[in-house]
């Protein structure tokens, strides 16, 4: 298809740019959000969630690792509605994030004085930390770290090596 049949089928290019970022949510909710949901409520979410954005990594959903760590370099500066939509998503990854480290908290997983803002923060560190070296060095090691670091976190001792989305 040529670069004005495309634009012509989506109207503009924002359009193209708001209908792949739509797209890449939904394959994202599919991947990664999903199988946390299924876990049992509150520390195996949590584990769950990252067991799922590593594997996420690992199969090369987006050849550039997470579309959505991308989308947020290159369209940070840009104002417009790409950027709120980007925004938005990560804003709601990450209270996703909270939600599970709340649950963990209230369920007694892990201790009465830990912030879930704080947590949600430190785990999406990691994720996003694991992405960029992940991309760099094309080496699944770097996930099979970003485990560890997470597990470590989370007290939950060490993950297997090459796990896929373990449940706590």
Known sequence: MSKSG?????????ELQLATVEEAGRIFA???VQPALVAP???AQLAAVCEAFFDHLRRRTFPGGCFFAGAALEMGTRPGPVKERVAAFQS??????KGFAAT??????????????RLAFELNGIILAADTNFVLRDDPAVLDLARQVVYRRL?????RPGAVTAQA
Not at 6 to 14: D, N, R, T
Not at 155 to 159: I, M
């Open 155 to 159: 007290g939950l001792g060490q993950p």
């Open 30 to 32: 599919e991947e990664v």
């Open 92 to 97: 709601g990854f990450a209270d996703l994030i």
């Open 6 to 14: 495309l634009y012509a089928h989506f109207g503009s290019k924002q």
């Open 41 to 43: 409520p509150g520390l």
């Open 104 to 117: 963990a908290i209230q369920q007694g997983e892990l201790p009465a004085d830990e912030d879930p803002d």
